[in-house]
């Protein structure tokens, strides 16, 4: 019999520890059934976090968990033009009905589920958003033209984190949604990164452990990362991503957020109420990185 | 004498890319090996690494590209970047400061050459004023800005250690920029 792993209703960042909670309550190579049936919305977090799942069974050796598609096939629509079922074929046995949607050329999928297995891919990620992401940008979160290029900058720079220090390959999104409660429902962009590798706590743990003793942790290891800015490499010239992606998500209100094993690191705008640090949570393997861009005040809502 | 090093055709040189974008370590270390190279083969001068068709540029790549390519030295080439859009500058200004390093760009809206990177504002003012009335030794530009020579001398040494400006015996003078 089957493991049933719930797929939230509303499949957020929040919605991800419920997730985390439901597929780490046994083996990972348990034969499962992810049943997202009920699934109304999933955030490109929530989808990369379902793959990347889908991953670490596969790596583990354990048998393609089943996928019940979601009821809805309007959630079913928008998982297809997001690139989900592209990619979940490889990893699951999918079970129910997954439609043809023809792309659109102007949508919120920014960049559809896409796979970053190697320094190439992070030049076709970047190459590939350009055109959307100065259209969102500047056009609908009132953004300065420049940010295009930063904007760019950070999404490279996160994506190589997966490459760099992963030890496998992973999966980047970037969709535009509006907020239904926070900002009082203003547009923003989305980037979720996110992999199945050794996460941030093994892979800092050679150059980092003995500095921090008893306190070494997966929470540890992000704070070493994310406010110390240290790098598992000794060259000094090496480190440099992750500030600039702080750089950058500073200058607009952005916000940064990082969970690797059992713990969670964010750096918090104002206008968000999530805390800075949080610890003992569900383990989930490798590292999921959230990036959220929100228009500017007094941008026109969509 | 100048020699030009357009990057954009480094890049389509060195990486397999329809893409004009200076991204990943991985492809900095490329493009800085065509680089080193190419400045191997000039017998001194300044190379002008010239920005101005390439897309974007990440923090990884500018570290590799400029910097690295500065701390590694360049025999008697000094290296000089144009063609810098305000991201692009952003990115290397960012690891240069990171490594204490510094460089000249060739242009900036009044058209004379600027520095970017760790420079401190002593040796920032007497690169100006260099540059604004030619050579100068150290008494001389110590006079010039109202500072002892001891004080001008020690931002003239900045300027050559970081090879901002050419020295010949006790003359300070700018780099050989059109």
């Known amino acids: ?302 | 004498m100048m020699h030009t090093i357009r990057l954009d055709r480094v890049l389509r040189e060195t990486v397999n890319t329809p893409y004009s974008d200076l991204v990943t370590r991985a492809t900095g270390r490329a493009v800085r090996t065509s680089i080193r190279q190419t400045i191997e083969a000039l017998e001194g001068g300044t190379a002008l690494l010239d920005f101005s068709s390439v897309g974007l540029v990440d923090f990884s790549c500018a570290d590799e590209v400029v910097a690295q390519l500065l701390l590694e030295k360049t025999d008697d080439v000094i290296v000089v970047l144009g063609g810098l859009r305000e991201d692009h500058t952003e990115a290397i200004d960012h690891v240069l400061t990171h490594h204490s390093l510094a460089v000249v760009v060739q242009e900036s809206p009044d058209g004379r050459p600027r520095l970017l990177g760790l420079v401190d504002r002593e040796a920032q003012e007497v690169f100006e004023r260099l540059h604004a009335h030619g050579a100068a030794d150290a008494e001389t530009m110590g006079q010039d800005l109202g500072w002892e020579a001891g004080r001008a001398q020690d931002a003239l040494d900045t300027l050559v250690r970081l090879r901002l400006v050419r020295q010949e015996g006790f003359t300070f003078a700018p780099l050989p920029i059109p």
């Open chain 1, 1 to 302: 019999m089957s493991r049933v792993v719930e797929i939230p209703a509303f499949f957020d960042d929040k919605g991800f520890e419920q997730f985390a909670h439901s597929f780490s309550a046994g083996s990972i190579t348990d034969r499962m059934l992810f049943d997202a049936r009920g699934a109304q919305w999933a955030s490109p977090y929530g989808l990369i976090g379902m793959l990347t799942a889908g991953q670490a069974v596969k790596e583990a050796g354990g048998p393609p968990p089943a996928f019940a598609v979601p009821a809805a096939d309007e959630v079913r629509r928008y998982w297809v033009r997001a690139g989900f079922f592209g990619a979940a074929a490889e990893l699951f046995e999918l079970h129910g009905k997954v439609p043809k949607v023809k792309v659109e050329e102007v949508s919120d999928v920014l960049l559809s589920v896409t796979p970053v297995r190697a320094m190439e891919d992070v030049h076709g990620v970047v190459g590939k958003i350009q055109e959307g992401a100065a259209r969102i940008l500047t056009n609908e979160l009132g953004l300065e033209p420049a940010a295009t290029a930063r904007f760019g900058m950070a999404l490279s720079e996160a994506c190589q984190n997966i490459v760099e220090h992963s030890g496998t390959s992973g999966w980047v999104a970037v969709h535009a949604y509006t907020f239904r409660r926070r900002l009082g429902g203003r547009r923003v962009v989305v980037i979720a990164v996110g992999d199945a590798g050794v996460g941030f706590r093994r892979s800092l743990e050679a150059t980092q452990a003995r500095r921090f003793g008893d306190r070494w942790g997966d929470a540890a290891a992000l704070e070493a990362a994310v406010i110390q800015e240290v790098s598992r490499f000794r060259d000094p010239g090496r480190g440099q991503g992750l500030p600039g992606i702080k750089r950058y998500l500073l200058r607009w209100q952005g916000k940064l957020s990082i969970r690797s094993g059992t713990a969670r690191i964010a750096i918090v705008p104002p206008w968000d109420e999530d805390v800075p640090m949080t610890e003992s949570l569900a383990p989930f393997p490798g590292a999921q990185l959230q990036i959220v861009i929100p228009a500017k005040e007094g941008a026109p809502t969509t």
